[in-house]
């Protein structure tokens, strides 16, 4: 079955320090794989995405991910966090048997504390 | 990418109403789609919602409790009926854009008493 994993509920970082939000999937064919972003009463604002080329993507706010796909994951990552990064975190992979569907992670809400 | 815009942003409804929420695109787009987000938990699609066609409902939602409109490429409607306090959500459109990548309006924070 396909499947989104993201096994932290919650992430708590000291300001300034390397961020990992963790996502595992599994998915028949080559994923489809997507980063989104939720702050506090927002909507979901898309960070970043791998479809095919370089296993390290780049997205907005200094936000990258890296594919692997011998450990199935795609990781978002962050050199340095902001205070302002604090928000709810959701990994997402397109339902290979679908031409739009996306299958969703639980989320991870990501904590920086200054 | 575009803009999309929803009304209301939040709202408070009595049991057994119905509250219509309106998504509104900046360009045409052909997939739109409706989203809930209950408290505390991830997305899950109610249907997709293409111009000219019947919605497309998933497993669990009907369109008797979810009936969507679509009446042109930049405008959605998704009302729901015969509220109870279950229904208190978040509630999303979103659009498919290009690279497979799907953009989200700002949501609207229902809540029924």
């Known amino acids: 079955a396909q499947s989104v994993a993201q096994p932290e509920d919650q992430v708590n970082v000291a300001e300034g320090n390397p961020l990992t939000v963790k996502c595992t999937y599994s998915?028949?064919?080559?994923?489809?794989l997507f980063w989104y972003v939720q702050y506090p009463n927002r909507g979901l604002q898309f960070l970043l995405k791998?479809?095919?080329?370089d296993n390290l993507v780049k997205g907005s706010y200094g936000f990258e991910a890296e594919f692997n796909k011998s450990q199935t994951s795609f990781h978002l990552k962050k050199p340095s966090a902001l205070v302002s990064d604090s928000a709810l975190y959701f990994c997402?992979?397109?339902?290979?048997?679908?031409?739009?569907?996306?299958?969703w992670g639980a989320g991870t809400k990501l904590i920086i504390k200054p | 990418s575009a803009v999309i815009s929803q009304k209301p942003s939040r709202d408070i409804c009595q049991r057994g109403t119905s509250l219509t929420i309106q998504c509104q695109v900046d360009?045409?787009?052909?997939?739109m789609f409706w989203y809930r987000q209950q408290p505390g938990q991830s997305l899950t699609l109610i249907a997709t919602?293409?111009?000219?066609?019947?919605?497309?409902?998933e497993s669990g939602f009907v369109i008797d409790k979810f009936p969507i409109s679509r009446p042109n490429l930049t405008f959605s409607t998704l009302t729901v009926s015969n509220m109870s306090p279950e229904d208190s959500s978040i509630y999303l459109c979103?659009?498919?854009?290009?690279?497979?990548?799907?953009?989200f309006g700002p949501g609207t924070r229902l809540l029924v008493l």
């Open positions: 998915v028949s064919g080559n994923p489809y």
């Open positions: 919602a293409n111009q000219g066609s019947e919605a497309t409902y």
């Open positions: 979103s659009l498919k854009g290009g690279g497979e990548t799907q953009y």
């Open positions: 997402a992979v397109r339902d290979a048997d679908s031409n739009y569907q996306l299958i």
């Open positions: 791998y479809i095919t080329g």
């Open positions: 360009s045409q787009v052909t997939m």
